[in-house]
């Protein structure tokens, strides 16, 4: 990965690309669920606010130290996106998060997608931290953060429970990214 923007990975089953704003149109079908947001609040995006989230994700972080890196989920056997996942990366600690569509959920896409990212980015050698945040009562989230080798820790933020996994262990202590930079 670079700093400039990330790098496409894949996985058994879906095949993970840089979100672009491109991707706005299939992307709102996929996420007019309502039922998304049960956990995390707000509603279904129109197309122009979700176009203009995605072209603000694409420009990137405001913060030169901070890397905002996301990517849409296609199926492989059919092509169709399904989700995304995303990454806020400030020096060694990625914050990562998650959403899969409706009609996808139930396959393990979440599971394998989550699990990829974090694979992905403990491979390109910077990250060495990765943590996710979910809510107590999602154990769908809490399952796919322990696919990907989470595991809970004793902190909260934001009525959501940390999980963590790190990989290399470094004595400095690790700045606090914000994966919800959805701006």
């Given at each position: 990965?670079?700093?400039?923007?990330?790098?496409?990975?894949?996985t058994?089953?879906?095949?993970a690309?840089?979100?672009?704003?491109?991707?706005?149109e299939?992307?709102?079908?996929?996420?007019?669920?309502?039922?998304?947001?049960?956990?995390?609040?707000?509603?279904?995006?129109?197309?122009d606010?979700?176009?203009?989230?995605?072209?603000?994700?694409?420009?990137?972080?405001?913060?030169?130290?901070?890397?905002?890196?996301?990517?849409?989920?296609?199926?492989?056997?059919?092509?169709?996106?399904?989700?995304?996942?995303?990454?806020?990366?400030?020096?060694?600690?990625?914050?990562?998060?998650?959403?899969?569509?409706?009609?996808?959920q139930?396959?393990?896409?979440?599971?394998?997608?989550?699990?990829?990212?974090?694979?992905?980015?403990?491979?390109?050698?910077?990250?060495?931290?990765?943590?996710?945040?979910?809510?107590?009562?999602?154990?769908?989230?809490?399952?796919?953060?322990?696919?990907?080798?989470?595991?809970?820790?004793?902190?909260?933020?934001?009525?959501?429970?940390?999980?963590?996994?790190?990989?290399?262990?470094?004595?400095?202590?690790?700045?606090?990214?914000?994966?919800?930079?959805?701006?």
């Open positions: 990965m670079t700093n400039h923007g990330p790098e496409a990975f894949s058994e089953r879906l095949a690309t840089p979100l672009r704003a491109a991707h706005a299939e992307m709102a079908t996929v996420l007019a669920d309502p039922a998304l947001h049960t956990y995390t609040g707000g509603a279904p995006e129109d197309l606010t979700l176009r203009a989230r995605y072209t603000r994700w694409e420009s990137g972080s405001p913060d030169p130290a901070e890397h905002w890196w996301n990517w849409v989920l296609r199926v492989r056997a059919d092509g169709r996106l399904a989700g995304w996942v995303q990454a806020t990366v400030a020096g060694p600690r990625a914050e990562i998060a998650w959403v899969i569509g409706t009609r996808w139930g396959l393990g896409y979440a599971k394998e997608a989550a699990a990829g990212l974090v694979a992905h980015l403990l491979a390109g050698g910077t990250v060495h931290t990765v943590v996710a945040h979910i809510h107590p009562d999602h154990t769908a989230s809490a399952a796919v953060a322990a696919a990907a080798g989470l595991a809970p820790t004793d902190e909260w933020e934001d009525g959501e429970r940390r999980w963590s996994r790190t990989d290399v262990t470094s004595g400095a202590a690790r700045p606090r990214a914000d994966p919800r930079h959805r701006g």
